[in-house]
Structure formats: structure tokens, C-alpha cells
């Protein structure tokens, strides 16, 4: 049987390589563009992973987990102090109020809409910063300092919660505030609140001597339970760990906020 022609077999394999090559989609999928951010810095592997790991963790894929991974903390940094964190509130907040709306009114004051206090309605961040950006390794969570800092009572708001607050009021929501915080920071915890402009809650929940011990999970549940045994309809629940939202007694819908600092069961 012949050969074909050399011209012809050399155009064989060079043409197939030249389409590779120049192909724009094929150029995309394998170059390495790396984006200055606005720092000036450029993205790593690390980061790439980082909001994986993040995205894994705000969705409970990652179910619970213990402490932030090493490699993340100047990513998680990164992201709390930059634009992107208000930015993911202000879009579940968009999608609460969307929600809210729907919602009919009954008037009787027996609409429920419940938040958690840290990391939903107050930032915490001022104290973080100052301890590696959450739970990790080289940082324990110390609740001794972290009390501390409460007792301050200086903790702001985010602003897109206060936006979401003012707004359920208006449409007339009952508000109720169910954090795990202690019966004994109750008054600093309310003037904390009413400081940065948050007011008109019907009640606020704290961790009681019969609660001390028990779950997040389950205390909260408990908590919504008695308010559904008072006749009270939740119809949402705002907070940044799962805890706040799942168990028994769960609201009509429950809206995650952000939190890769630490986890709560
Ligand atoms: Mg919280």
C-alpha cells in the first residue's frame, strides 16, 4: 500500500495542533490569568481553595466543623474586611424582605419574625480581628475575652440587617431576638442594641440556668416551640449559624448569613 504524501502527512498532525492552539475557548480553559485584586495582589491557589472551603461551610456541606483552616485566615480576612461580606448580606437580605412581603399580615401581633443577635444583627468583627479572624488552632475560641468585649457593649450594627430590621417592623412583624448569650448580659446587650438602632423587639430570649449545657440546636428550638405553643406564627428566622435555624419548630423560611469565622452546634 503507497504512503501518503510527506506535505500531506506533516499537515496531518500540524493542523490539528494549530486549531488547538488557536481556538480562543481552548486558550481560556488552559491559561493561568491571575487578577490583580484591589490591593494589588494577586490570587493563589490557596485563595482558590479558601472560597471553596467557605462556600462549603455557609451551604453545611462541611457540616460541623471545628476550626478555620490555617491557609484560610488571611483569606477569610480578606473577605470580612472587604466588600464582598456586606455585599452577601445586603443580597440575603434582599431576599428575606421579597420574602416578607408575601407574608399576610394577620394583626394580632402573632407574626413572627426572629433574629440572632452576634453575627446577624451585631458585628463582632472589632474583636475578631484582634483574634485571628475566628476559631483556629493557633486561636481557640476563649469565651473569658470574648465576654469581656460583650460587656462593652460597643459591638455595631451591620447595616443591611438594621435595613431588614426597620424594614419587618414596618411591614408589621413581631420581632423577637433569640440569642445564646446569657441572662446576665441582658441589660448591655440591649443598650448594645438600642445604641446602634435597633428597638421595638417584643421579646429577647436569653440563655437561661435551665438552658445552660444544652445545644444551640436545641435550645433554640425549644425556645421557638414555647412561642408556637403561645400561638405565635414564625414566619422568618434570621442567623449566621445553622443552629439559630434548624432543629424542630423551624420558621416558614430561614435566611443564613455569612459566618466563616467559627460554627455553633
Ligand atoms: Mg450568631
Known amino acids: 500500500m503507497a504512503s501518503p504524501p510527506r506535505a ?19 486558550s481560556i480553559r488552559t491559561s493561568i490569568i491571575k487578577l490583580p485584586r484591589s490591593d494589588g495582589s494577586r490570587s493563589t491557589a490557596a485563595d482558590t481553595y479558601c472560597e471553596s472551603w467557605r462556600l462549603a461551610v455557609e451551604t453545611n456541606n462541611a457540616g460541623t466543623w471545628g476550626v478555620l483552616p490555617s491557609s484560610c485566615v488571611d483569606s477569610v480576612a480578606r473577605y470580612l474586611n472587604g466588600d464582598q461580606y456586606g455585599s452577601d448580606y445586603d443580597v440575603i437580605v434582599d431576599y428575606a424582605l421579597a420574602f416578607a412581603k408575601t407574608v399576610k399580615i394577620s394583626g394580632d401581633g402573632k407574626d413572627v419574625w426572629i433574629f440572632d443577635i452576634d453575627e446577624t444583627l451585631l458585628t463582632n468583627i472589632g474583636y475578631y480581628k484582634n483574634h485571628g479572624y475566628g476559631v ?71 440563655r437561661g440556668p435551665d438552658d445552660q449545657g444544652k445545644s444551640a440546636t436545641n435550645y433554640k428550638s425549644e425556645q421557638r416551640s414555647k412561642l408556637i405553643d403561645q400561638g405565635f406564627k414564625i414566619h422568618g428566622n434570621t442567623g449566621d449559624q445553622w443552629s439559630d435555624l434548624l432543629g424542630f419548630a423551624v420558621a416558614d423560611r430561614s435566611f443564613k448569613v455569612p459566618n466563616p469565622m467559627y460554627y455553633i452546634p
Open 8 to 26: 500531506l502527512s506533516v499537515s496531518f498532525f500540524v493542523l490539528p495542533l494549530l486549531v488547538l492552539l488557536i481556538n480562543p475557548a481552548t
Open 136 to 206: 483556629s488552632r493557633s486561636e481557640p475560641f476563649d469565651s473569658k475575652s470574648f465576654n469581656e468585649w460583650v460587656v462593652q457593649g460597643t459591638a455595631p450594627a451591620f447595616a443591611a440587617s438594621l435595613r431588614m430590621y426597620n424594614a419587618l417592623k414596618k411591614l408589621g412583624f413581631t420581632i423577637v431576638l433569640l440569642t445564646g448569650r446569657d441572662e446576665d448580659q441582658r441589660n448591655v446587650t440591649e443598650k448594645n442594641l438600642r445604641d446602634v438602632g435597633y428597638s421595638g423587639w417584643e421579646r429577647l430570649i436569653l
